[in-house]
């Protein structure tokens, strides 16, 4: 399971925690909040009609008839009260009057008959016994939206309770309020964890961003390629990657070190062994000519040992850099017609001709003898595998933003089973004619030269096999 995942998950956990622990108690509470924010001016309603039912000098509670039209009247008038988004169109409050043995009076709703018995109900029961009187009653046990509620206040006559008065009104008046809010508070919910969600992928980004920048650096650093070590915040992540980076070094130290003692030492063993039966031969007595020539082939393989280590010693410096040293802008048409120029006159003798295709003004940054080198050794190749009278195409353009060299020979190509191995130390293939290898170097000097510059190259034969096509890609310098 990724790190990224890890921290979404814990989000979720922490968001729906969030949300057992606070909304959903919320989202319960609101239905009670309701209530007894209904509850309050009922206690003043109810209080309100007791004392006018308050009659100090009368022996029982008498609800006056002008009481009871007015009452008739204002439950058949019509309003048009919006409250917010409830159109209000009638009056839903009631209310009924107990002597003070609980007997029903009044009844303004005709819920309860006359008469009937009200000491059996909590509101009449306890005002009578002087304490607050309140109930919430359901109509119907199946239905939860049924209930409601009562509150009553005593009718005094003077010091005594001679009877109550109970105001109530169906909670369903309250519905539209309770579900509107509770719905809101849910669309609140899912909107924070929505946002907290979000919140947590950008900080999982944020906080992975820099292992992942390392796990690239890691796995660049696996596959072989020039990487530098990102910059990475923090102390532990820092102290990580420089680690990292120390391991690297002293793995690539290791394997560089074994990789070239065992390519080195196969490639010393020709000329060593050259060496070694001409100056046993020489230790006869040898014509002069013979002499010669066994002198010759020691002085040529004692040059090749020398040419071999100079190049090594070289592609060993330039695999150790880690930048630039102090880069220049460069015009490649100079440097390559310059280098151009130098094959030409050397192989006038073979009768190879040079065709020119070169965009002026392309420029990059970088060291130019790294880069005159590089384009030296491949056209070296292309000279070497060009038959007598060939012809070899240079071309340098533009091409999405980078400064591109493409040389082309009419060889014979590269066969199939050294594409993969043409980048390999000291793997060189027999030049036409001579059959005589190079010291296999060249191309591995090419290529970190090329990714020194942040470059690429590649090397393939032709589409209609006429030869070889090398081509190097590097930067142009911004704006140009």
């Known amino acids: 399971m990724s790190l990224t995942f890890r921290i979404l998950i814990s989000f979720a956990l922490i ?6 622990l606070l909304l959903n108690p919320v989202v319960d509470r609101v239905e009670r909040q309701y209530l007894e924010a209904a509850e309050e001016p009922m206690v003043d309603a109810a209080n309100i009609l007791a004392s006018m039912l308050s009659v100090p000098d009368a022996d029982a509670v008498i609800v006056p008839e002008p009481f009871r039209l007015g009452m008739s009247q204002v439950k058949e008038r019509l309003i048009h009260a919006q ?4 159109m209000k169109e ?15 009076v009044y009844d303004s709703g005709g819920q309860y008959e006359s008469g009937l018995d009200m000491k059996v109900h909590r509101d009449v029961r306890l005002t009578l016994d002087g304490r607050y009187g309140a ?43 309770i579900e509107e809010t509770k719905r809101h508070l849910l669309y609140l919910g899912i909107l924070a964890t929505v946002l ?13 961003s820099p292992l992942r920048r390392l796990t690239d650096y890691a796995d660049a650093v696996s596959r072989g390629e020039r990487s530098s070590l990102p910059a990475l915040p923090g102390y532990h992540l820092r102290v990580l990657g420089e680690t990292t980076e120390a391991m690297r070094e002293a793995l690539e130290d290791r394997k560089y070190v074994e990789s070239y ?3 080195l030492t196969h490639e010393m063993k020709s000329p060593l062994a050259g060496i070694r039966s001409a100056s046993e031969l020489l230790e006869e007595d040898l014509p002069p000519a013979q002499r010669d020539r066994f002198l010759g082939n020691v002085r040529a393989e004692s040059e090749r040992l020398q040419a071999l280590i100079d190049q090594l010693l070289a592609l060993s410096s330039l695999e150790n850099r880690k930048g630039l040293g102090s880069p220049t802008q460069i015009d490649m ?14 192989a006038q003798g073979r009768g190879l001709a040079f065709v020119l295709r070169l965009e002026s003004g392309l420029k990059v940054l970088g060291e130019e003898f790294l880069l005159e080198t590089a384009v030296s050794n491949l056209l070296q190749n292309a000279v070497d595998f060009s038959p007598e009278g060939g012809q070899i195409e240079v071309g340098l353009d533009r091409h999405a933003g980078q400064v591109r060299l493409r040389i082309q020979d009419e060889g ?69």
Request: glycine share 8%; proline share 4%; with cysteine.
């Open 15 to 20: 968001a729906l925690a969030a949300y057992y």
């Open 83 to 86: 409250i917010y988004n409830l």
């Open 90 to 104: 009638e009056i839903l409050m009631d209310f009924y009057v107990t002597d003070a043995d609980g007997r029903l």
């Open 135 to 177: 109930r919430s009653t359901r109509t119907d046990e199946s239905v939860s939206t049924s209930s409601v509620m009562y509150v009553a206040a005593p009718i005094l006559h003077g010091d005594a309770i001679a009877g109550v008065l109970s105001v109530y009104k169906p909670q369903k008046s309250m519905l539209l309020f």
């Open 196 to 208: 907290f969600m979000l919140l947590g992928i950008l900080l999982s980004r944020w906080v992975t």
């Open 261 to 263: 003692v065992q390519s």
């Open 333 to 346: 048409a100079s440097v390559v017609a310059r280098v151009v120029n130098h094959y030409e006159s050397n």
């Open 412 to 480: 014979t190509g590269i066969p199939e089973y050294a594409l993969s191995r043409i980048h390999d130390r000291f793997y060189s293939l027999p030049r036409p004619g001579t059959e005589r290898k190079s010291s296999g170097l060249g191309l591995c000097f090419v290529r970190e030269s090329v990714a020194l510059h942040g470059g690429r190259m590649e090397i393939r034969n032709r589409e209609d096999g006429s030869g070889v096509l090398a081509s190097l890609e590097i930067p142009l310098v911004p704006g140009r």
